[in-house]
């Protein structure tokens, strides 16, 4: 009479586990502990030479002291940090890379087709992955098959002749 007590609570234990819908990725705190992401570093509070020029506060918008970590890094690496700005022009300098990259036209909603099918490969892909006893990531075992091997495709490169100097050399 056991056995048929446990099969009934393995099964009801699979059924309660296939209900969840985590998605692929299960990233969760290990503890109650204190998030360190919570704590953003602002930049010092210092007094401006002319009041005039400072700019309207807005609602929810950006702040002298507020970080910004991408510009921050753009200009670390001697880059122009205004160049982040969508709202900006292509420069000059760029005008041959963006020629090269749009011969083929670039269609404009492409973001919003590569999230839609993206959004479509992890519904099909998902069927089997809400099955879990145990909180693990199926991130990596579902794109193993859109993911490259490296090694793989630089021996490609070699074999068609392209010269890959960056890469290790061959293991002999």
Known sequence: MRLPRSIFAVTLAFAAAGCSDIGLRHLQAPGPGPDEFSVLPVKPLTQPKDYAFLPAPTPGGG????PNPKAEAVAALGGNAAALNPNTAIPSTDAALVTATSRYGVPANAR?????????????????????????????????????????????????????????????
């Open 112 to 172: 919003q087709v590569v999230n839609a099918e993206d959004a479509e490969f992890r519904r099909k892909q998902s069927r089997l992955t809400r099955l879990r006893l145990f909180n693990v990531d199926r991130y990596s075992q579902v794109y193993r098959r859109e993911t490259l091997n490296p090694d793989a495709q630089n021996e490609a490169a070699r074999r068609a002749g392209i010269e890959t100097p960056s890469s290790p050399p061959v293991n002999e």
């Open 63 to 66: 702040n002298l002291t507020d």
